[in-house]
């Protein structure tokens, strides 16, 4: 390929749930080559290894970073291996693309709010002190630390992503499961976020490379939203799953985070705005009910 012509997108964490529906999205522009990095081929830990990795990073290029610590429990109890990939990973990258002209695209949570909140649809403008969890705490340092040394970045923002086919293991999939394991199943209620389907918000980010590969001063710097629209609890996504497999929704049964403590508290509410996404032209993402219909269209219950 010319490589004046085609710009080079490089995507770190090629082998994970986003990193795999980017490689695979229809909506991968024809105008890019794509070079899929996996954990194996860099390590984000590493100064060396990010610059082997990105050698031939040039103006024009564009960084997509999926990678991540997202053992959200875990992290709890291994800080420092959490800020070494969520935290010091998107600087060393942002680093790389600062130095030589190239953008980078961002992935990031909704954990990086804290429990003081409106109960509102969040937006980028919104205060986002003292995270609860080590996972959100790294992450928004990564955030702050990649656009320190980038000013171009793109961060995006998203939650409770889903695939909802194996051998993923996500919310979904581990619902299909246990729907064929268990008389009923008891869910938490009491938090609301906006379920997103990997291929949906993957389309999405390709649009972010189309517009930057075409006019890379299109979509400036800064926190991008991006989530299937919608929202609800994790007790409505699991009911949903068991309507659309052709399960009985009220064998899933509602409890209250209180009654199913873990060791990172999760957002009680952690719903994203879309509007910045929208004021960039970007498209909104669809309705996430149609979004876990198309993702689970042929799945039967048993």
Same mark, same amino acid.
């Given at each position: 390929m010319d490589r004046v012509n085609s710009p080079v997108v490089y995507v770190i964490g090629a082998a994970g749930q986003l990193g795999s529906a980017l490689l695979a999205s229809p909506a991968l522009p024809s105008t890019v080559e794509v070079i899929g990095l996996t954990s194996s081929d860099v390590d984000l830990t590493s100064d060396e290894s990010v610059a082997r990795a990105l050698n031939g990073l040039d103006k024009g290029d564009v960084v997509i970073n999926t990678a991540a610590f997202t053992d959200v429990d875990g992290a709890e109890s291994a800080r420092d291996d959490a800020f070494a990939v969520n935290s010091d990973g998107p600087r060393r990258l942002a680093e790389r693309t600062a130095a030589v002209g190239a953008r980078l695209v961002h992935v990031s =949570? #909704?954990? $990086? !709010?804290? &429990? #003081? $909140?409106?109960?509102? &649809?969040? =937006? +980028? #403008? #919104?205060r986002h002190e003292k995270p609860r969890t080590v996972y959100g705490a790294s992450k928004l340092a990564g955030e702050l630390a990649a656009a320190a040394a980038d &000013? +171009?970045?793109? *961060?995006v923002r998203t939650a409770? *992503? !889903?695939t909802g086919r194996p051998p993923v293991r996500d919310f979904v999939t581990t619902m299909i499961a246990l729907e064929a394991q268990r008389e009923t199943l008891t869910v938490v209620d009491d938090q609301t976020g906006s379920p997103t389907y990997a291929p949906d918000l993957a389309a999405g980010l390709w649009e972010i490379v189309g517009r930057l590969t075409d006019d890379p001063s299109s979509i400036g710097g800064g926190v991008l939203n991006a989530t299937n629209a919608g929202q609800g609890t994790w007790c409505d996504l699991a009911r949903a799953v068991f309507t659309a497999i052709g399960a009985d929704p009220e064998r899933v049964r509602p409890c209250t985070t209180d009654e199913f403590p873990r060791p990172a508290p999760r957002p009680a509410y952690s719903v994203l705005s879309g509007q910045a996404w929208s004021d960039a032209g970007l498209t909104p993402l669809r309705e996430w009910h149609a979004a876990l219909a198309d993702a689970l269209s042929g799945a039967r219950s048993g």
């Open positions: =949570t #909704d954990y $990086v !709010f804290g &429990p #003081d $909140v409106p109960h509102r &649809p969040l =937006t +980028s #403008d #919104d &000013p +171009s970045v793109i *961060v409770w *992503v !889903f």
